[in-house]
């Protein structure tokens, strides 16, 4: 009866033993799960990465003087930044809903196109003196004008030119210029050609 009695205690004692092993082991675990998963409504643990499921909102009715958020990175590293933005691929990384400037914001493209593709200075017209233009030896006369060195060519076309002239050709030309060609049908017609191009 001693031996039964003891058996007894001892299946008990590794039932209990094996109960709170199970008990502590759950709460690891649901305890992590919940912990990593718990950042809503949840402070956020710096250092460390937080997972949420909606949006996180900072705000007041009066505001702040200044910005109401500063990142600062003083590391002394080369490629360091305050912030990173990361999104899919076909969305944009930032809204705004303002149209104002921001100061020191600077852009390398617009749309694709360097701000070496784009005018930064006045234009101005350039047009050939009205005339017949030179003979090409099969009827037709063409007649070109350039920018001034070291302009930038915009457009051009022929100008003057009779109704009983024929436009046959007109196009920028290799020079920086545009080039016009007619034929004026055995007339003595003149005309002129006009280059609109801007300072560089």
Not at 81 to 88: E, F, G, W
Not at 89 to 102: G, I, K
Not at 119 to 133: D, F, I, Q, W
């Amino acid at each position: 009866m001693l031996r039964s009695t003891v058996s007894k205690v001892m299946w008990v004692g590794r039932a209990t033993v094996f109960l709170v092993g199970l008990a502590v082991i759950l709460a690891l675990v649901f305890g992590v799960a919940s912990r990593a998963l718990g950042a809503n409504g949840d402070p956020w643990r710096l250092g460390r990465g937080n997972v949420a499921t909606a949006i996180t909102a900072l705000g007041g009715a009066q505001g702040v003087n200044g910005p109401m958020v500063r990142l600062t990175n003083n590391n002394a590293g080369s490629d360091d930044t305050a912030l990173d933005l990361r999104v899919q691929s076909a969305e944009a990384p930032m809204r705004v809903n303002s149209l104002a400037q921001v100061a020191n914001l600077n852009a390398d493209l617009l749309d694709g196109q360097s701000s070496s593709d784009f005018v930064h200075s006045s234009t101005y017209r350039n047009e050939t003196a009205l005339g017949p233009g030179n003979a090409q030896g099969d009827g037709t006369f063409v007649q070109l004008v350039s920018c001034d060195a070291g302009d930038v060519l915009l457009s051009g076309g022929p100008a003057n030119v009779n109704a009983t002239t024929d436009m046959v050709e007109s196009f920028p030309n290799n020079g920086g210029g545009w080039s016009v060609k007619v034929d004026k049908n055995g007339q003595a017609d003149n005309f002129s050609v006009v280059a609109l191009c801007a300072n560089q």
